[in-house]
């Protein structure tokens, strides 16, 4: 079975911080996905990586970066928290040889 | 511009009854759907796919209808169980694509 994980189910911040979301799996999958689900919006991309050290911007990365620097680890950076980056934020990899994208538990995260 | 719609935000089942949710879409280049269930604090679990070159695809309670001319993809759940109530998020990816677009989700209740 794949393994997502995210590094904290529930996180509060205060505006102006510096976040770090961490993901992992154990899969082996090459490609990795980072999205925020808000309502009436549902998933939206904000970055995503197809190897290591390698990204893309999805549809929304303002006020976002990632980093990946090794292959079964994907983190999100919020370099200046703003309450509307108040939202769910949900991790996913897929392999190359597969269609499917296999998500982690997400990350509850409330900026103050 | 959203390439990939759910039109109904909500849908009530009773029991045992069927369920069938919704989803259009723009890009008739679109060769790979998905169906993700997600439950409130959980990250979205696969459910079903159908490729652009099937009109339908079956697994146990599940069937995905495609109708290509339309735009247009439906989940059939029977029957439904109370089990199934969750949101519902349809996919859609281009050829050559790892990149997914979501739709906004239905949320499915199935009353016993």
């Known amino acids: 079975d794949v393994k997502v994980t995210q590094s904290s189910r529930y996180l509060v911040k205060r505006t102006g911080e510096k976040v770090f979301l961490e993901c992992v799996q154990d899969?082996?999958?090459?490609?990795m996905f980072w999205y925020r689900q808000d309502p009436g919006l549902g998933l939206r991309l904000i970055y995503f990586?197809?190897?290591?050290?390698?990204?893309e911007k999805g549809d929304i990365p303002e006020g976002y970066s990632v980093s990946r620097e090794k292959k079964e680890r994907f983190s999100l950076i919020l370099e200046s928290a703003s309450t509307n980056q108040t939202s769910m934020y949900l991790c996913a990899s897929q392999g190359d040889r597969v269609r499917e994208q296999y998500f982690g538990p997400g990350t509850r995260l409330t900026v103050t | 511009d959203q390439q990939v719609k759910q039109n109904s935000p909500s849908l009530s089942v009773q029991e045992g009854r069927i369920s069938i949710l919704n989803c259009d879409y723009t890009n008739s280049m679109f060769d790979y759907f998905l169906w993700y269930k997600k439950y409130p604090a959980e990250g979205p679990t696969f459910l079903i796919s159908?490729?652009?070159?099937?009109d339908k695809n079956e697994d146990g309670r599940f069937t995905v209808f495609l109708n290509k001319s339309a735009k247009h993809l439906s989940l059939h759940i029977v029957p439904s169980q109370p089990g199934d109530s969750a949101v519902y998020f349809c996919a859609a990816r281009g050829t050559g694509t790892y990149k997914y677009i979501f739709g906004t989700g239905t949320r499915l209740k199935v009353l016993a």
């Open positions: 159908i490729s652009s070159i099937k």
């Open positions: 990586s197809y190897d290591v050290k390698m990204k």
């Open positions: 899969m082996d999958h090459e490609n």
